[in-house]
């Protein structure tokens, strides 16, 4: 008797964007709602291997060709270089040819260490979240206090990458009035 023909499978939706959401700050600025906690350096190792294995099951059950990537959080840069490089690599793979691959960063965070991790992984667009170039504003906003310029230290591991920078305007408009 000949076997019954297995129904053939649907094909697999594609994906193009995805975003990463890393769950930790090196502080917890006063008016922030999004979901993060102040690093524990014991819970990354578990947190990118979680990460790396939701990837890997987001890869069999979907066609990933991804032309946006956004790492996001929380803050992305406060996790060790190596652990930072060993998330970024991976999601590097299911990135399409002139995908824009973004990782969101503290200026107090980026050492020289963080932003060749992030040249090394593959990361062209860096979205700085400056909110401001005052450091007292910076001191009530509860922010951890890294000085803007310090984002240039970026520059010359990166410099065919872009950067954005994030400010509250509405606090500098809440002052001007
Ligand atoms: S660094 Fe960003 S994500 Fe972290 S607590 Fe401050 S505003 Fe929120």
Redesign the pocket.
């Known amino acids: 008797m000949p076997l019954p023909h297995a129904a053939p499978l649907p094909p697999r939706r594609t994906i193009r964007s995805l975003y990463v959401h890393v769950p930790?700050?090196?502080?917890?600025?006063g008016?922030?709602?999004?979901y993060?906690q102040v690093l524990d350096r014991g819970s990354v190792t578990p947190l990118v291997d979680s990460l790396l294995r939701e990837l890997d099951l987001h890869t069999e059950q979907y066609d990933l060709q991804l032309d946006t990537i956004f790492v996001?959080?929380?803050?992305p840069t406060?996790l060790p270089p190596a652990d930072l490089l060993r998330l970024l690599s991976r999601i590097r793979e299911l990135a399409a040819p002139g995908c824009e691959f973004t990782v969101?960063a503290?200026p107090a965070t980026v050492t020289p260490q963080i932003a060749d991790a992030l040249a090394a992984g593959g990361v062209n667009r860096v979205s700085i979240?400056a909110?401001s170039f005052d450091r007292n504003e910076l001191r009530v906003?509860?922010?951890?206090c890294g000085c803007a310029r310090k984002s240039g230290s970026i520059s010359p591991r990166a410099s065919t990458h872009s950067k954005s920078a994030w400010l509250l305007c509405r606090m500098q408009q809440t002052r001007s009035t």
């Open positions: 930790f700050c090196q502080t917890i600025c008016y922030c709602d999004f993060s996001g959080g929380g803050t406060v969101e503290n979240g909110q906003l509860e922010r951890a």
